[in-house]
């Protein structure tokens, strides 16, 4: 039976807007370099997991100039090599000068809040796991979130990415349940599924992109339909 349903943030209740993978497209665009925002979209995990690690040892924004530069740089050219496109530390940092310039805000998918407010009126625990920084409080409070969330769990606090156990122990705990109770669903499945499963948790992949891909999981294109699986 389960008794608690944990949901990723980042590409499961929030994105980034406007769209990361077409704004950096088309910067690179502007560099002369020719890459799909598909490409993009695919090799974003990557160069995330690289900015949140140099995060976790020191936070870039207080570094000193010619450091933080250096991680804008390698952060921007993670971005395009994941997408099969070779670029000089040059190309990296203009990448990332030109994105900081238009600026990415979160915003809720339709189906977020009505999820969680199906989900609340089962009366179950809801609880957040991510690999988002310490500004998750503001952004699930400027969303409308966090009403409806018992407890938030993220890397930034335990120290380890998903999909490394000690998070998802962590969220069990906070739920009070035993992981065979508890529910997650996130749209990557190295992450998501495999760090879910990992520890006994079950798992649910969405597929936002509808890419088609087999898995061997359950697998929605729209956040509502986890209420089937609860």
Avoid at 15 to 36: C, D, K, N, Q
Avoid at 60 to 80: C, M, P, T, W
Avoid at 151 to 171: L, N
Wanted: hydrophobic share 40%.
């Amino acid at each position: 039976m389960i008794k608690a349903v944990c949901f990723d943030f980042f590409n499961t209740l929030a994105y980034f807007y406007p769209l990361r993978e077409v704004t950096y497209s088309e910067i690179a665009a502007e560099l002369g370099i020719r890459v799909t925002p598909e490409a993009i979209a695919d090799s974003l995990p990557q160069a995330d997991a690289f900015w949140r690690n140099e995060n976790l040892k020191s936070p870039i924004k207080e570094r000193e100039q010619q450091d933080k530069f250096a991680v804008y740089s390698a952060y921007g050219q993670r971005i395009l090599q994941g997408a099969g496109v070779k670029a000089t530390p040059e190309q990296g940092l203009q990448m990332l000068a030109k994105a900081f310039a238009i600026g990415f805000v979160f915003k809720s998918y339709d189906d977020a809040l009505p999820t969680l407010k199906a989900v609340r009126e089962k009366s179950l625990v809801i609880g957040l796991i991510s690999n988002i920084g310490q500004e998750i409080e503001d952004y699930c409070r400027d969303l409308g979130f966090a009403p409806f969330l018992d407890f938030k769990v993220t890397s930034w606090e335990i120290g380890y990415d998903k999909p490394r156990p000690e998070i998802f122990h962590a969220a069990l705990e906070r739920a009070g349940v035993k992981a065979g109770e508890a529910i997650f669903v996130g749209d990557q499945y190295e992450q998501d599924v495999l760090g879910a499963r990992g520890v006994g948790m079950k798992a649910v992949l969405i597929d936002r992109r509808n890419r088609g891909k087999p898995y061997d999981c359950p697998v929605i294109h729209n956040l509502t339909r986890i209420i089937d699986y609860i």
